[in-house]
Each structure stands twice: as C-alpha cells, then as structure tokens.
C-alpha cells in the first residue's frame, strides 16, 4: 500500500474534478470510510463522473457500515429524497436518529424536520425543537432558522418575534438562505428596507429554483409597497445570476 502525506493528499484532491473523482474512488475501492462517503457525493452531484444516484447510495452505505457518521445521515438523504432508490420516510428517519444521537448537526436537522412534519414518524413537534435546538447549538444555520420559525410562530413555546429575528439574523449570517430571507422580512417591517433588500439579494443567489419562486409569490403580496416591486427584483435578479 502506497502511503501518501497530507500535503500530496491535498494536491490530489485539489485536481479537477475528473482526477479528484478517479483519486477518491482508488481510496474508497481501498476500503476509507471518508473517501467512500465523498466518493459517494462526487457520484450523486455528477462531479467529474457521470452522474449515478444508485451508485452513490451503494458506497454511502458501505461507509455508513463503517460508523462515518455523514455516510449515515446521506443514506437517510437518499431514502428520504428517493436519490438511488424508492423513497422511504421510515428508512430515512430510522438514518437520522443514529447520525443525531451520535452527535452529527445534519443528521440533529433532517430528524426534526421529519418530527416537525410527521414524515416517517408521528409528528412531535416539542422533540422536533429539541434537535433543532441542539443542532443550532453546534452551529447548524438550517436549524437555526428553524428554531426562529417555531418562535415566529409560536409552535410549542410563546410566541416571541424579538427571538424569532434574532434566530434568523444568525440564520441568514450563516450562509442558510431561508434565513437571509426571514432576516430580509423581518427588517422591512421595521423599515430597513435597503438592508432588507440586500438579504434578499443573498437569498435569491443561493436559494433553490423551487424557493425563489415561492418567495418571490410571498413577496408579491407584501403589505410593503418596497417589496412588492423591488424585493421580488432583487430576489430574481440574484438567481438569475
């Protein structure tokens, strides 16, 4: 077995994407857990392979074998999302506990989605913000919005906006574009348009297709004349780009 240094092991993986993906894979094939589990994400994103859904779920699932706690949690992606397979809320809830309860941030927010939204298990709200809450705490900006939204709208504790913005101000600084959006709403009611539409800007360059339009119909409908027109052209302008 030929034994390669950190340095050489970054210049590897700093190639293209092609030699990037032929480097992971010759690991995986050798048996590392963590190549497994990137190899597995450069076949589901089409990252210098050809891309191949079922395959990644094939290489997840040898890495979460060996405990890698992400491999874990991106079965339960798979199973959750049908990526390589038939979707499956149960399987993929059943993934997200085992990545939660040992202590993975992702895996803490994609079970209590599925609790918040009683998707594979029954719906339990109060333990859903039990893991957000957690995930937030290690940081995870996705559950940080969460939390906001469970304080905006007064799901299992008081309703509390003061609190609500301040989960999203963190949310949106922490790169989560439903945050920066929450963020933007939150500070054009209190008349900080400019800056409002600054956030929406930085939504809209890092949002999915299916959020900008869904956004974008919200904003439409705004109370706020500045938002109605301007926001929704900051919104689409960003994703255009």
Not at 48 to 72: E, Y
Not at 177 to 184: E, L, S
Not at 187 to 208: D, H, N, P, V
């Amino acid at each position: 077995m030929i034994t390669l240094s950190e340095a050489e092991i970054a210049a590897r993986l700093a190639g293209s994407p092609e030699e990037r993906a032929a480097f992971l894979r010759d690991c995986a094939e050798g048996g590392v857990a963590e190549a497994q589990a990137l190899y597995g994400q450069v076949l589901l994103d089409g990252a210098g392979v050809a891309q191949d859904a079922p395959a990644a779920l094939s290489w997840f699932i040898k890495a979460a074998a060996q405990h890698h706690l992400m491999a874990i949690n991106m079965v339960g992606r798979c199973y959750d999302l049908g990526w390589g397979t038939a979707p499956d809320k149960q399987r993929a809830a059943a993934c997200y506990r085992i990545a939660a309860e040992r202590g993975l941030d992702w895996g803490m927010y994609n079970y209590a989605t599925l609790l918040a939204l009683g998707q594979g298990v029954a719906e339990d709200k109060p333990l859903a913000l039990e893991w957000f809450c957690k995930a937030a705490a290690l940081g995870n900006a996705k559950a940080i919005n969460f939390v906001g939204s469970f304080h905006e709208d007064g799901w299992v504790v008081p309703r509390d906006l003061a609190k609500a913005a301040t989960c999203y101000a963190r949310a949106a600084q922490g790169g989560d574009f439903r945050g920066a959006f929450n963020h933007a709403r939150m500070l054009a009611t209190k008349g900080a348009i400019e800056e409002a539409l600054s956030w929406l800007r930085r939504a809209g360059a890092t949002a999915t297709p299916a959020f900008v339009e869904k956004a974008a119909a919200w904003l439409a409908t705004s109370d706020i004349p500045a938002l109605r027109k301007r926001g929704v052209q900051a919104l689409r302008t960003a994703a255009a780009c």
